[in-house]
C-alpha cells in the first residue's frame, strides 16, 4: 500500500467534513491522522516485536469514522472504506481494514483479536486529553456559555463519563495513558477555577 496516497484520499473525502458543528471542520480527517500515529505508538507498547499489521492499523485508523453520522457508522464505515480503498490495497487488505473498522465502536460485543483492539484504545484515548479540552472549549464557546460552564461540566457529568470511557479501554498501558491524560485535564481545570475567581497561583 501507497500510505501517501490512501492519507490524501482521507483528506480528499474527511478534510471538509465535522463530526457535527461543535467541531470544527475537518474534525473527523484530523482525528484520524492523530489515531493513525497513536495506534503505532501504543502497538509498540502492547506487541513492540510485531509490526506485521501497521500499515492495516494505520489505514483504518484514518478512516475508522469516515461513515460518522449515518449509525451505527462502523458497520457503514467498514462498507464505506472498502469500496473508497478498493484500487490503493488488495482485497486481503481492504478485508482486514474493513474488519477492524466493524469493530472500533462496538465494544464488549464479542472477543477481539489484539489489532481491534488496538484501534479501539487509540481511538478512544484521542478523546481525552488536550483534544478533550479543545473540543469542551469549542462546545461551550459555540453555545456561548461562560467559563463556570466549563468548570461545572468537568466537575459534574464529565467525571461519570470518564469513568465509563476508561472502563472500555482494553490494554492496562491505555488505562495508564488515560489516567495521565485525565490528571493533565483536571490540573488544567484547577487552574481555570484559580483564575477565573482572578486568584493568583502561588510563586
Known sequence: MDLRLIKQRAFENLGSRKAHHHRETGFI???????????INLRKLVLPEDNSKDEILQVAAYFHDVAKGIEPHSKYGAILSSEMLKDLCTEEE??????I??????RKKREYNDYEMLLQDAD???HFGTIELWM???YYAIEDKDMNSSID???TEFIDMAAKNRSLLNFEISKKIFDEK???????VK???????GDIVDI
Open 29 to 39: 480527517y484530523y482525528h484520524g491522522a492523530r489515531v493513525a500515529n497513536l495506534v
Open 94 to 99: 481492504a478485508d482486514q481494514i474493513s474488519e
Open 101 to 106: 473498522i466493524h469493530c472500533h465502536a462496538a
Open 124 to 126: 478512544l484515548l484521542d
Open 136 to 138: 469542551n472549549f469549542n
Open 153 to 155: 461540566y468537568y466537575r
Open 182 to 188: 485525565l490528571e493533565f485535564v483536571y490540573d488544567v
Open 191 to 197: 487552574r481555570m477555577e484559580i483564575e477565573n475567581r
